[in-house]
Nanobody
Framework: QVQLVESGGGLVQPGGSLRLSCAAS????????MGWYRQAPGKQRELVAT???????NYADSLKGRFTISRENAKNTVYLRMNSLKPEDTAVYYC????????????????WGQGTQVTVSS
């Protein structure tokens, strides 16, 4: 079984920072894209940032400059550093990863973490 386990969420004041972590574990051979999405109450899930295994990144335009995604491929872990947080950043943040089990003929599968709550409030 494959699991994505997120950590690092919590309550932070406006202007503060948080770092989220997501580690993939279980039986798989390779990871391609890893990334973060978020879902605020009453809204659709939206892209935050993604990073390929080679280090190429993609960010939501509105978050560029405040959020930074990074990876430690050896640890199968992706991070999200969030600075200058605003109340509108309040959401459940989900980790996402594309994994391949290594079997001939198998396809890349997308997995999601359980989500971690980030609340920005004074």
């Amino acid at each position: 079984q494959v699991q994505l386990v997120e950590s690092g969420g919590g309550l932070v004041q406006p202007g503060g920072s948080l770092r989220l972590s997501c580690a993939a574990s279980g039986r798989f051979f390779s990871i391609n894209n890893m990334g973060w999405y978020r879902q605020a109450p009453g809204k659709q899930r939206e892209l935050v940032a993604t990073m390929t295994s080679g280090g190429s990144t993609n960010y939501a335009d509105s978050l560029k400059g405040r959020f930074t995604i990074s990876r430690e491929n050896a640890k199968n872990t992706v991070y999200l550093r969030m600075n200058s947080l605003k109340p509108e950043d309040t959401a459940v943040y989900y980790c996402n990863a594309e994994l391949w089990n290594g079997a001939v003929g198998s396809v890349w599968m997308t997995y999601w973490g359980q989500g971690t709550q980030v609340t920005v409030s004074s």
